[in-house]
């Protein structure tokens, strides 16, 4: 197995303050957390934006001072998300593209989020894969539900997408493919052979599937966009603490971690 890569989702669109009092919201917050997920074990983040109201937002500006932060006082590798919130136009979401990062998500298909619907239609996920590959960013190919593979496969055949590919399946969202190991294990198979696979969970199949991640040989999304509580009735104290316990995990495991610089490795980036 490769060391473990371990992504912390910093903030995402969806919690609140009001939910989760230590949700990270500013720039300078967001930083100072990255830099907390990375003395924890953390290799890379998962990069959303927010006014100071904490409002979801894809302002370039507020990424450029993320990612500038970020960089200036760490190594991790740095994701920005194009998926931003539900409702955002497909400009504003492309606005984290505009910030110079190491990668960013790319979702090739839409899918029931909630109440609403987290829309990528197949003409929106083109452009967003040819930006990319315009810019040098590398995608990370979010999977919400199963029919997002074989779409992802045929961004890939059409060159859009690198080959083998870097896959996040992120379950459990209402609407998308369930969080446990069975539908885990089914769209692991049907991953490219030698693509990369990063499994995030949703709430309280957070962990489960972190431990799952770490015992298969996939690598781990954790975080506050993913999960707000650290266990049952204990809202989680900040993203680092999170971090610090999928690290303990696989210590324990003898997972070894992978450093920022050899996650690059693993996942074909070019170095720092
Ligand atoms: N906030 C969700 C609607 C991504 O970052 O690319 C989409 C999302 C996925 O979080
Ligand atoms: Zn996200």
Same mark, same amino acid.
């Not at 904490?54 to 500006?61: L, N, R, V």
């Given at each position: 197995?490769?060391?473990?890569?371990?992504?912390?989702?910093?903030?995402?669109?969806?919690?609140?303050?009001?939910?989760?009092?230590?949700?990270?919201?500013?720039?300078?917050?967001?930083? %100072?957390?990255?830099?907390?997920?990375?003395?924890?074990?953390? /290799?890379?983040?998962?990069?959303?934006?927010?006014?100071?109201?904490?409002?979801?937002?894809?302002?370039?500006?507020?990424?450029?001072?993320?990612?500038?932060?970020?960089?200036?006082?760490?190594?991790?590798?740095?994701?920005?998300?194009?998926?931003?919130?539900?409702?955002?136009?497909?400009?504003?979401? $492309?606005?984290? $593209?505009?910030?110079?990062?190491?990668? /960013?998500?790319?979702?090739?298909?839409?899918?029931?989020?909630?109440?609403?619907?987290? +829309?990528?239609?197949?003409? $929106?996920?083109?452009?967003?894969?040819?930006?990319?590959?315009?810019?040098?960013?590398?995608?990370?190919?979010?999977?919400?539900?199963?029919?997002?593979?074989?779409? /992802?496969?045929?961004?890939?055949?059409?060159? +859009?997408?690198?080959?083998?590919? +870097?896959?996040?399946?992120?379950?459990?969202?209402?609407?998308?493919?369930?969080?446990?190991?069975?539908?885990?294990?089914?769209?692991?198979?049907?991953?490219?052979?030698?693509?990369?696979?990063?499994? /995030?969970?949703?709430?309280?199949?957070?962990?489960?599937?972190?431990?799952?991640?770490?015992?298969?040989?996939?690598?781990?999304?954790?975080?506050?966009?993913?999960?707000?509580?650290?266990?049952?009735?204990?809202?989680?104290?900040?993203?680092?603490? $999170?971090?610090?316990?999928?690290?303990?995990?696989?210590?324990?495991? %003898?997972?070894?971690?992978?450093?920022?610089?050899?996650?690059?490795?693993?996942?074909?980036?070019?170095?720092?």
């Amino acid at each position: 197995m490769d060391p473990l890569i371990i992504t912390a989702a910093l903030t995402g669109a969806e919690a609140t303050r009001e939910q989760q009092p230590n949700l990270p919201v500013t720039p300078e917050e967001l930083i %100072e957390a990255a830099v907390a997920c990375r003395e924890a074990g953390a /290799a890379m983040v998962h990069l959303h934006v927010r006014t100071e109201d904490g409002t979801p937002s894809s302002d370039p500006e507020l990424f450029r001072q993320a990612v500038r932060g970020i960089r200036a006082r760490t190594d991790l590798i740095v994701q920005v998300s194009t998926g931003g919130a539900v409702g955002m136009s497909e400009d504003e979401r $492309l606005g984290g $593209l505009l910030a110079n990062p190491d990668m /960013a998500s790319l979702t090739p298909g839409s899918v029931n989020f909630g109440s609403e619907v987290f +829309l990528n239609p197949p003409d $929106l996920v083109r452009r967003f894969a040819a930006r990319m590959k315009a810019l040098g960013v590398v995608p990370e190919i979010e999977i919400f539900d199963h029919g997002m593979i074989p779409s /992802a496969l045929a961004l890939q055949a059409e060159g +859009l997408v690198p080959t083998p590919g +870097l896959f996040d399946l992120v379950l459990g969202v209402p609407g998308g493919a369930p969080a446990n190991f069975e539908t885990a294990l089914l769209l692991m198979r049907q991953l490219p052979s030698g693509a990369t696979c990063t499994i /995030a969970a949703v709430g309280r199949h957070q962990l489960p599937l972190n431990a799952f991640a770490i015992l298969t040989g996939a690598h781990v999304r954790t975080g506050l966009e993913d999960n707000i509580y650290y266990r049952a009735g204990r809202k989680a104290a900040s993203n680092a603490e $999170l971090v610090a316990r999928v690290a303990r995990i696989a210590q324990e495991l %003898e997972r070894p971690l992978a450093s920022p610089e050899e996650a690059r490795t693993i996942l074909r980036l070019a170095s720092s």
